[in-house]
């Protein structure tokens, strides 16, 4: 239930919050008063996961979940004038593209669907928003083949090019490369020195534009801290919020041994592939083997293979049939199954978050890890409940057990799958850009974890990620993917 009244306008003032409260579950609520931003001003609202950020972001659009409705707000004035992309909008969009997918009847069997610039639009302002965020390259690629941070750019010069009075930005620089969330971060900045009112949902990082004017700090739900950049950064409020605590386990739960599999031999042996879609060619000539007691990180731009690589290995991705690629001794293609292969893994990634769309409890989801399924179709043990439960308490989650895992935040829901891939320790884990979605805390929490599975256990790790933030001890490897005339080439080399 919401109560209060929240205003826009656009002479001004741009946003007055006089007071609002939404409960978001059964012990928390959204609760914040007397929050006003002017009519050219930018504001950073930062906060832990679940804390209502992206829910005060839906507000302020006016769009909102099914436990409201229009009626709840008063005063909400042109919210066509107000554009917002976040993972619920990128969901939206690519899943417009799913549900219109006509392959069954395309020529070659494949229906592309739109182009990233059918997806931005044409208009008057598309050509300099495209520019600003240097994706020329992109307008002509199908959009749903897009990597997961080619995907937020293509969305973020769409609401540029849409000349907004109000930009809301939900965690715009996940997924993102390097390169490129420098660009965005310098794009940003323009704007708002141009008098763009930009509002970004975000956890406080390096590469946040320095110009924003006005920090609002979430604590449970609650207004902790709202004042200008400076003065925010410099309270003690703000300090005590972001001292950052791990807390590790004595033991792991138990997990499987396989016995049966040959510590000699590569896990992954990979000869010559080749990948392309629709002409676009991925990489050539990939060399590469996986072996025993090895950690690899793969580097690289959006869009050069990184995740593709993963998925040949997998079992995801059809084009691994025809290629020399040899999964823990035996071949593809002779007669494996997928189960046979995702026994090994554990996973975690932007297309298996957007994927797991099981009507499911938060036990049911990660117990669903031991039997490889999105959802939970099987009988579980009660030694799987036992460890599924170790996993939740040591992440925090204890009490969301039997809540809906749909209901739950995007950043909760992260956490939810990381448990899921990881519960029965996998032989090999996964994990493509594991932290998009956890604030500070969990991330720190979440990668000390994975350094200590990987000395306590017999878990390899395969690690992708474009955040600085995001540093593991364990790598023994990197897999770098540079930029050539036709396509991309790879180097590998040892860390230590």
Request: some cysteine.
């Given at each position: 239930m919401l109560i209060g009244k929240l205003t826009l306008n656009y002479q001004t003032t741009m946003l007055s919050i006089n007071e609002v409260s939404i409960a978001l579950?059964?012990?928390?609520?959204?609760?914040?008063?007397?929050?006003?931003?002017?009519?050219?001003?930018?504001?950073?609202?930062?906060?832990?996961?679940?804390?209502?950020?992206?829910?005060?972001?839906?507000?302020?659009?006016?769009?909102?979940?099914?436990?409201?409705?229009?009626?709840?707000?008063?005063?909400?004035?042109?919210?066509?004038?107000?554009?917002?992309?976040?993972?619920?909008?990128?969901?939206?969009?690519?899943?417009?593209?799913?549900?219109?997918?006509?392959?069954?009847?395309?020529?070659?069997?494949?229906?592309?669907?739109?182009?990233?610039?059918?997806?931005?639009?044409?208009?008057?302002?598309?050509?300099?928003?495209?520019?600003?965020?240097?994706?020329?390259?992109?307008?002509?690629?199908?959009?749903?083949v897009l990597s997961t941070g080619q995907v937020r750019k293509v969305l973020l010069a769409k609401a540029i090019a849409a000349k907004p009075q109000l930009l809301i930005l939900d965690e715009p620089f996940a997924g993102l490369d390097i390169g490129s969330q420098q660009r965005l971060s310098r794009a940003l900045s323009t704007l708002i020195t141009a008098g763009q009112s930009i509002i970004i949902i975000d956890f406080f990082h390096q590469e946040l534009p320095k110009n924003i004017e006005k920090i609002l700090l979430l604590d449970n739900g609650k207004n902790a801290i709202f004042d200008t950049r400076e003065k925010v950064l410099n309270s003690s409020i703000w300090q005590q919020h972001n001292k950052i605590e791990v807390r590790l386990p004595h033991h792991l739960p138990d997990c499987h041994h396989y016995e049966h599999i040959d510590m000699t031999q590569a896990f992954a042996s990979l000869k010559h592939v080749k990948v392309s879609y629709d002409d676009n060619l991925v990489f050539d000539a990939l060399n590469w083997n996986f072996m025993p007691n090895q950690h690899w990180r793969l580097a690289g731009p959006n869009g050069c293979g990184k995740s593709t690589l993963l998925s040949l290995i997998n079992g995801d991705n059809p084009k691994a049939y025809g290629q020399d690629i040899t999964l823990f001794g035996r071949k593809r293609g002779t007669g494996e199954t997928v189960w046979d292969i995702k026994r090994h893994y554990g996973l975690i990634s932007a297309q298996f978050h957007r994927d797991y769309r099981a009507s499911t409890s938060v036990l049911g989801a990660i117990v669903s890890g031991f039997f490889d399924t999105i959802g939970l179709y099987d009988t579980p043990t009660d030694t799987q409940i036992e460890i599924a439960e170790q996993w939740l308490e040591l992440l925090g989650l204890s009490s969301l057990a039997k809540q809906p895992f749909s209901q739950l935040s995007y950043g909760e829901q992260r956490l939810v799958l990381i448990a899921r891939a990881v519960v029965k320790l996998p032989l090999i884990l996964i994990l493509d850009e594991p932290c998009l979605g956890l604030d500070n805390h969990h991330r720190a929490q979440v990668l000390a974890l994975i350094d200590y599975i990987t000395r306590h256990s017999k878990t390899h790790v395969l690690f992708v990620s474009h955040d600085s933030r995001d540093k593991l001890e364990c790598l023994t490897h990197q897999l770098d993917f540079l930029p050539s005339d036709n396509g991309f080439t790879i180097q590998q080399h040892q860390l230590k």
């Open positions: 579950d059964d012990q928390r609520s959204l609760i914040l008063k007397n929050l006003q931003l002017q009519d050219g001003e930018s504001l950073l609202i930062c906060g832990d996961n679940a804390c209502g950020k992206s829910l005060l972001g839906q507000l302020i659009k006016g769009e909102f979940s099914q436990s409201f409705t229009a009626s709840d707000i008063i005063n909400i004035d042109s919210p066509s004038t107000i554009e917002l992309i976040s993972f619920d909008v990128e969901e939206a969009i690519l899943a417009f593209d799913r549900y219109n997918d006509d392959s069954e009847y395309a020529e070659g069997g494949i229906d592309w669907g739109r182009t990233a610039l059918e997806v931005i639009g044409e208009s008057e302002h598309s050509h300099a928003a495209i520019e600003m965020l240097g994706i020329e390259s992109l307008l002509d690629k199908p959009f749903k």
